[in-house]
């Protein structure tokens, strides 16, 4: 069956960087393109990036632009979220989704449970 | 960029109750629409595509209709396993964006 972990939150101070992982077993990771979505505690869901099954086309939401970059490993099926100059606003449960398509048409049918990122000093 | 706005935010009922969420969207999204399940520290679940299309293994009490700039989920018979935050997202244009959510509370 399809699995979607993720891995690399914590507590972070503003202005640091943090990496987040996610590992996908259960379908040819490969052949789909796959997301980042966000939940701020107590807020509805936030779509962050998407990069497509082969990893030649990235697009990031406005609030994470410029700061964080999405990427991809296929031969060891994981999915990277790679954050920087995190800010307050940042805090959040992070979830990794697949798409239902290789390029990233923003069906997200299965998604991970999530890894929560917090921003304090 | 595209605003969902789901109605109501929240909503009490019984098991046994018909229950409809409303999705609208900012302009027209054709039958881009998707609905998902939330459930606090669960994955999201994707119930509905394409505004009308029952995903896999999804209980047939729920269903979806509509287009343009107006949709509906429809729970025809709520079960307790239901009793969660439904968001409906718009996978029309980029970014794609979600309502912000309509809570179903038991009665």
């Known amino acids: 069956q399809v699995q979607l972990v993720e891995s690399g939150g914590g507590v972070v101070q503003p202005g640091r960087s943090l990496r987040l992982s996610c590992a996908a077993s259960?379908?040819?990771?490969?052949?789909?393109?796959m997301h980042w979505v966000r939940q701020a505690p107590g807020k509805g869901l936030e779509w962050v990036a998407v990069?497509?099954?082969?990893?030649?086309?990235?697009h990031y939401g406005d609030s994470v632009k410029g700061r964080f970059s999405i990427s991809r490993d296929n031969s060891k099926n994981t999915l990277s979220l790679e954050m920087n100059s995190l800010t307050p606003e940042d805090t959040a449960v992070y979830h990794c989704?697949?798409?239902?398509?290789?390029?990233?048409?923003?069906?997200?049918?299965?998604w991970g449970q999530g890894t929560l990122v917090t921003v304090s000093s | 960029d595209i605003q969902m706005t789901q109605s109501p935010s929240s909503l009490s009922a019984s098991v046994g109750d018909r229950v409809t969420i409303t999705c609208r969207a900012s302009?027209?999204?054709?039958?881009?629409l998707n609905w998902y399940q939330k459930k606090p520290g669960d994955a999201p679940k994707l119930l509905i595509s394409?505004?009308?299309s029952l995903q896999d293994g999804v209980p047939s009490r729920f269903s979806g209709s509509g287009s343009g700039t107006e949709f509906t989920l429809t729970i025809s018979s709520l079960q307790p396993a239901d009793f969660s935050t439904y968001y409906c997202?718009?996978?029309?244009?980029?970014?794609?964006?979600f309502g912000g959510g309509t809570k179903v509370e038991i009665k």
């Open positions: 989704a697949r798409d239902s398509t290789p390029f990233g048409d923003y069906v997200f049918d299965f």
């Open positions: 259960g379908f040819t990771f490969s052949s789909q393109g």
């Open positions: 990069i497509s099954s082969d990893g030649g086309n990235t």
């Open positions: 302009q027209s999204i054709r039958n881009y």
């Open positions: 394409t505004a009308s």
């Open positions: 997202q718009q996978a029309f244009g980029t970014p794609p964006t």
